[in-house]
């Protein structure tokens, strides 16, 4: 079956450096969807991308979306402690109309 | 609108019993779901439903029970606790299908002993 995952599991960042999360499908995506969690809180939706090989830039977080639509990457510059959380991605297959499936998250701490 | 609710926020239960988690949505959404989260698992899904009426299986479904007799609620079934339903349990929602905008409920943190 579709199985979504995402490295790295943790992230270290110094407060100002930039870093970049990953995510990676065994099956092509109709589309991929970022959610970050504060800690104690619930998923909150970040951003969508549909199209092969898209990109798409809030502030200071810039998304990708493979060209194959099987993978995707969050980049983070200028790091800032608002950023600390968990960030998710989550994807449906194409033939899989109804199961959204979320990778295991890439839980960010910031050291000031 | 008050968006997605969820009730209780916490719950503690004994191995055996039975409850059902509260999901509504006051946003005329078609598609809702139930995840759990577990650490380093991200969150699974339990069930879902495309309409009132309509629900189906989605990754964890055993030992849960759903139904959709209204568009607003999608309560959530506890047959017979175990402890490995120790989880958060999320609840989301969105206007028609799963590849739109996720919106999520606070969460009810179950610990089943």
């Known amino acids: 079956g579709q199985q979504v995952m995402q490295i790295p599991q943790y992230q270290h960042v110094q407060e100002g450096e930039d870093f970049t999360t990953y995510c990676n499908s065994s099956?092509?995506?109709?589309?991929i969807q970022w959610y970050k969690q504060r800690p104690g809180g619930h998923p909150v939706f970040l951003i969508q991308?549909?199209?092969?090989?898209e990109v798409k830039k809030q502030k200071r977080l810039t998304f990708q979306f493979g060209e194959a639509k099987k993978n995707s990457s969050l980049h983070i510059t200028a790091t800032q402690t608002t950023d600390v959380g968990t960030y998710f991605c989550a994807g449906a297959g194409s033939d899989s109309w109804g199961k959204l499936q979320f990778g295991a998250g890439t839980q960010v701490v910031v050291t000031p | 609108n008050a968006g997605v609710t969820q009730t209780p926020k916490f719950q503690v239960l004994k191995t055996g019993q039975s409850m059902t988690l509260q999901c509504a949505q006051d946003?005329?959404?078609?598609?809702m779901s139930w995840y759990r989260q577990d650490p380093g698992m991200g969150l699974r899904l339990i069930h879902y439903?495309?309409?009132?009426?309509?629900?189906d299986q989605g990754e964890v479904p055993n030992g849960y029970n759903v139904s959709r007799s209204t568009t607003e609620d999608f309560p959530l079934r506890l047959l017979s606790a175990a402890p490995s339903q120790t989880s958060v349990y999320f609840c989301a929602s969105s206007p028609t299908r799963p590849n739109e905008e996720q919106f999520f409920g606070p969460g009810t943190r179950l610990t089943v002993l």
């Open positions: 946003m005329n959404h078609e598609y």
């Open positions: 439903s495309v309409g009132a009426g309509i629900t």
């Open positions: 099956t092509t995506l109709s589309n």
């Open positions: 991308l549909v199209k092969s090989g």
